[in-house]
């Protein structure tokens, strides 16, 4: 009796594993094409699915193109996301896959402190379009976003002081100004952490099978990281 019980389970899981697919932008090296597997937080990501019997495919377009198709359920959802409530009215959210830590990043041409982005105002912040900070940053607030397509195109603004700070990820920053500003990665100075966020994956609330997406996801990262797998990752993108 138990081996057919054990068979009806194992026939179940066929039928319900398929291929989710996740938009996001590049973002290396936590995701991004040009990085093996995808990049690590990618990785996890796959290992995460495919331990409950998914596949997972990823789509590289424009960030705000990969949240609005997501939205309307075109994709399956989005890798790669920090919390909001307006994020939440359209998505189900994930356990956290990595904690990713935020910086203040400046030209250090300009000299800045941090008490100077505190105080002044009308300062030009950059941003990519879509992309979200947390609002209990006071830093944040009296300044002036100055939105672009991509992250890049923010970095090289910043190098080339057309913007007076960013706030991004330090591990992306790192790697784009070793990798893609290696002549100008002296320019930029990391003025300040911001602690960290929880970096996570979101499912369309228009998709049907939603609940059951994130529920195999949420039983997966659990798995990974109890099994050693989540780990063995991050030590092999020499990530901690």
């Excluded at 397509?149 to 913007?163: F, H």
């Excluded at 998709?207 to 050693?228: A, P, R, Y």
Aim: net charge positive.
């Amino acid at each position: 009796m138990k081996k057919f019980l054990l068979i009806f389970i194992l026939i179940l899981n066929i039928l319900s594993a398929r291929t989710i697919v996740l938009a996001t932008d590049p973002f290396p090296p936590f995701h991004s094409p040009e990085v093996k597997e995808y990049g690590f937080f990618a990785e996890i990501v796959k290992a995460a699915f495919k331990e409950v019997g998914h596949d997972l495919k990823i789509e590289f377009v424009p960030w705000n193109r990969a949240l609005e198709l997501s939205e309307n359920g075109y994709y399956d959802g989005v890798i790669g996301a920090l919390y909001s409530d307006d994020r939440a009215k359209k998505y189900l959210f994930s356990y956290f896959v990595y904690k990713m830590g935020l910086s203040i990043f400046i030209n250090k041409d300009t000299k800045y402190t941090k008490t100077d982005l505190e105080n002044k105002k009308n300062l030009k912040l950059g941003r990519v379009r879509g992309y979200y900070y947390p609002t209990d940053y006071a830093i944040v607030k009296n300044h002036l976003t100055i939105e672009s397509s991509t992250l890049e195109n923010s970095l090289g603004a910043l190098i080339n002081n057309r913007l007076d700070f960013i706030i991004e990820a330090n591990t992306v920053i790192d790697y784009l100004l070793n990798q893609k500003f290696k002549n100008n990665k002296n320019k930029i100075v990391e003025l300040d952490t911001l602690g960290y966020q929880e970096y996570k994956i979101l499912i369309s609330k228009k998709v049907s099978d939603k609940e059951q997406i994130l529920n195999d996801f949420n039983s997966g990262i659990e798995k990974i990281k109890k099994n050693g797998k989540y780990s063995k990752i991050l030590k092999k993108y020499h990530v901690e």
